[in-house]
């Protein structure tokens, strides 16, 4: 081999090196052990023979266990029926923002070409939109809907053909090409660190090949960044009842709808049933839009010696309010961002562990949603 080939072959070959230096697979091909399940039912993700497939049902997320900044994503992705719908979240919250399964993030849209409902085009495509959801903002790179992002050419295909996606985020700013150009984008994000996610909603899909390099950081601020894990764990499935207990016919009271939990109007209790002794919960609420007065209420159950307290949540009629609920010794506090906590000292003893109860309203349907618990020391 003459000398100037050998050169370049020896060249060509670095380069390659070069290249794959850095990249990391997401996924082990075989199992979940390396990705933490948001807010789903325990069958909606499932792994196996090198592929990532969910059913759709809840909507929720699939996040990974730490936060990102500057980066290079690729995935492959495939709706397995018609008009599918998901997503891809970049820079997301490590749990469901108030009042919706969703994380705050920048989602690059995974849609289905036979999504395109003739008429409703003017607001989104199928071809990897990309835009902020639930308190993320950023600058679309070209024309689009308000914030968001369209792509510059229509390049996915349907199902249940293979598309792949390259996500580049570096300095607040985020890029994706679909099947190998880049389409669509924004900058001066917000946040600018945080989760990567994957997305259920309402259809089956697959992904496969993830793998990601890490950029150097450009030192996002607290501002800038997620705020980190902190160890919540969803009470409710989003598609059945599993870890909960009523008595006798109570149980009836409660539909799962999705990602929302539906007493009709009853007071009834629901139980956990695990036990906690010191805890924190999230607990989304909302009233029906016809309520009024008493009956835009719910409840915490929680049992003492005999029998059980209840304490008030923050209801809002039509629109979700946030409740942080703090469990410690014989003091319960209930907060929300617009009120002040409301510290009750409990006069009778807490058991040192107990089941938890949600309580409805005799005069008007109650909904719960993004139930989440954590253990405190």
Not at 34 to 40: D, K, S
Not at 187 to 207: C, N, Q
Not at 260 to 273: M, S
Not at 328 to 335: A, F, I, N, Q
Request: aromatic fraction near 8%; include cysteine.
């Amino acid at each position: 081999m003459r000398l100037p080939l050998l050169l370049a072959v020896l060249i060509s070959a670095s380069s390659v090196q070069a290249d794959e230096a850095g990249w990391v697979s997401l996924f082990n091909g075989k199992d979940l052990s390396n990705w933490v399940n948001v807010n789903c039912a325990p069958g909606t993700w499932t792994a196996g023979k090198g592929v990532i497939k969910c059913t759709g049902q809840p909507t929720g997320a699939l996040r990974t266990p730490r936060q990102y900044e500057n980066f290079i994503l690729e995935l492959d992705w495939r709706h397995l029926k018609p008009g599918g719908n998901s997503g891809v979240f970049v820079w997301g919250s490590a749990i469901a923002a108030p009042g919706v399964p969703f994380l705050r993030a920048i989602e690059v849209q995974v849609l289905d070409n036979a999504f395109n409902i003739p008429g409703k085009n003017q607001w989104y495509t199928t071809h990897g939109d990309v835009f902020p959801i639930h308190g993320a903002t950023m600058k679309p790179i070209h024309n689009g809907d308000g914030m968001r992002c369209f792509p510059s050419e229509e390049r996915s295909k349907s199902s249940p053909e293979w598309n792949h996606y390259r996500i580049v985020g570096q300095n607040g700013t985020i890029r994706l090409s679909v099947n190998g150009k880049e389409v669509s984008g924004g900058d001066d994000v917000v946040w600018r660190k945080g989760y990567l996610a994957l997305e259920s909603e309402g259809s089956p899909i697959e992904f496969r090949n993830l793998r990601l390099k890490e950029l150097p950081s450009s030192g996002a601020t607290p501002e800038q960044s997620a705020p980190e894990e902190e160890g919540w764990q969803s009470l409710y499935t989003g598609v059945d009842l599993h870890g909960w207990k009523a008595d006798g016919e109570l149980k009836h009271q409660w539909t799962p709808e999705g990602w929302q939990l539906r007493c009709a109007a009853a007071a009834g209790i629901l139980w956990t049933q695990a036990e906690w002794g010191n805890v924190e919960l999230i607990v989304d609420v909302r009233a029906s839009n016809n309520s009024s007065g008493a009956a835009r209420t719910a409840s915490l159950a929680l049992p003492i010696d005999k029998g059980s307290i209840r304490e008030s949540l923050f209801v809002r009629p039509g629109s979700w309010t946030r409740n942080h609920i703090t469990i410690r010794g014989d003091e319960l506090t209930v907060k929300n961002s617009d009120r002040e906590p409301q510290v009750v000292k409990v006069r009778a003893k807490f058991l040192a562990r107990r089941s938890i109860g949600l309580v409805g309203n005799p005069a008007a349907a109650v909904e719960f949603g993004n139930i989440y618990i954590r253990n405190l020391k």
